[in-house]
């Protein structure tokens, strides 16, 4: 609450973890400026742009003339950014809607909206054991997705099947016997969405899911203003970016990916790295309809503007996997392209004074 309340702490914490940055953040594989160089850069952005440079590395802004830096928004994390974005756009007292994950299924199926089939909340104190297993025999494929009701960037999700006449569960680093698997805190038990196969050629062993942030404007018009479409790699079974996955632009006239994707440290392919397939071209089923839900749900949640929605497309078309009140824009600026490129998103952060610094609010006068 703290943090929250005062930008200053928390950009003086930010401040004092710039030597993180430095030394953990920077993928040094990939960057090839020397290091006294990648030291000036880190605290040009820090101090001329004013805000912490961890997506130096993510975006390669040391491939980029200095002028291209002033069109990237940088994480709505930062203190300024957030400072901005809590006074109208993305106001605090609202924000545990969406964080809770058994608070927003609700909120979304009120809305309306295709959704993942719900088997309900699990905690601790009880007999989740017993549940689980009861649920994932219900299953028509004998599989169901939890999640930590409270969890972020795919952190201790799992999936509970059914192998040899028994329940596992699988963890994002290895498979145990439901007998061996204890519940950390409460959760969701949801239905793992059976993918479009267009979409599985990519990836098969994840649900691939496409982020779109989408803004409600001063005119009172929901529009979607990025969107980056994630897929997990080897034998991940979710996409993240954080854990693994890569992500690659969208091309939103055109409905199809862009050419090359990311991982989270910056490291590009123009090829998923498992299967082989090229990203760039590929056509996202459904895409108007993609569009339509990302919007019908910024629409219907007017009372918090900016908002990034996990969207995967089905067998029968796309369907809300999740919602996102705190959007990293790094990903998406990475992957697509900066948010302060487009003009007309440029007016519209405007509107509401998103800017942090002279750059940005000089780059269309």
């Known amino acids: 609450m ?10 003086t914490l930010r401040f004092l973890a710039l030597p993180y940055c430095y030394v953990k953040l920077v993928n040094w594989q990939e960057c090839t400026l020397p290091k006294s160089q990648v030291l000036k850069d880190l605290l040009y952005i820090f101090f ?23 069109f990237y928004y940088g994480s709505s994390y930062h203190p300024y950014q957030r400072s901005k974005l809590r006074k109208e756009v993305q106001k605090f007292e609202y ?13 979304c199926r009120g809305i309306g909206v295709k959704l993942p089939k719900y088997y309900g909340a699990i905690w601790p104190e009880m007999n989740y054991r017993k549940k689980i297993e009861e649920t994932v025999y219900k299953n028509e494929r004998k599989k169901i997705i939890i999640k ?12 509970a099947y059914v192998e040899d006449g028994q329940v596992k569960v699988k963890l994002q680093e290895y498979d145990i016997n439901l007998s061996d698997f ?31 942030v989408t803004l ?18 080897g034998k991940a079974y979710i996409d993240n970016w954080s854990a693994g996955g890569v992500a ?31 990203f760039e071209g590929f056509r996202i089923p459904h895409w108007g309809k993609v569009l339509k839900l990302a919007k019908d749900v910024q629409e219907a949640c007017s009372f918090f503007k900016m908002l990034g929605l996990d969207i995967g497309i089905s067998l029968e078309g796309p ?31 405007e509107k509401y004074d998103l800017f942090v610094n002279k750059f940005q609010r000089n780059l269309y006068k």
């Not at 267009?198 to 779109?212: C, D, E, G, Q």
């Not at 919602?323 to 519209?348: C, T």
């Open 182 to 212: 204890h519940l950390k805190e409460r959760s969701i038990m949801q239905e793992v969405v059976v993918q479009d196969s267009r979409v599985a050629k990519i990836s098969s062993s994840s649900v691939n899911t496409i982020r779109a």
């Open 2 to 11: 703290l943090a929250e309340s005062h930008p200053l702490i928390r950009r």
């Open 48 to 70: 001329k742009l004013k805000y912490f440079p961890d997506n130096y590395s993510p975006c390669r802004l040391w491939e980029k003339d200095k002028t291209e830096w002033y």
């Open 216 to 233: 409600y404007t001063k005119s009172n018009e929901a529009i979607v203003i990025s969107s980056i479409m994630r897929f997990g790699v």
């Open 248 to 278: 690659v632009g969208v091309d939103h006239e055109k409905g199809e990916l862009m050419k090359t994707a990311y991982d989270k440290k910056g490291k590009q392919y123009v090829k998923h790295p498992t299967t082989g397939v090229t």
């Open 319 to 349: 369907i809300l996997i999740e919602v996102n009140p705190n959007p990293d824009i790094i990903l998406q600026e990475q992957a697509a392209s900066p948010l302060l490129k487009h003009k007309g998103i440029y007016e519209e952060f």
């Open 148 to 159: 930590p009701i409270m969890g972020q960037e795919g952190k201790d999700i799992s999936l």
């Open 95 to 107: 924000i545990y809607l969406f964080d809770n994950k058994e608070i927003s299924e609700l909120i």
